[in-house]
């Protein structure tokens, strides 16, 4: 579960995505976020693009210093 981050999918709950597969995000007029992943439908998440970016940071700054 290295490459992944947890973001909360609107109307499911929480759900692991593999970083490395998102292709884009967009920000929505609700103030959600529309995460695209490279193989699959985009999914709509509660968690800003800034937030996610942080998240993405986070991990891979975690698995730098594990090496």
Do not use: N
């Amino acid at each position: 579960m290295r490459d992944f981050i947890w973001l909360f999918q609107l109307g499911v709950g929480w759900i692991a995505v593999r970083f490395g597969d998102i292709t884009y995000m967009e920000t929505l007029i609700s103030g959600a976020t529309k995460v695209h992943i490279s193989l699959g439908q985009p999914l709509i998440v509660g968690q800003s693009q800034y937030q996610i970016l942080c998240l993405i940071d986070a991990k891979q700054r975690l698995r730098e210093s594990q090496k």
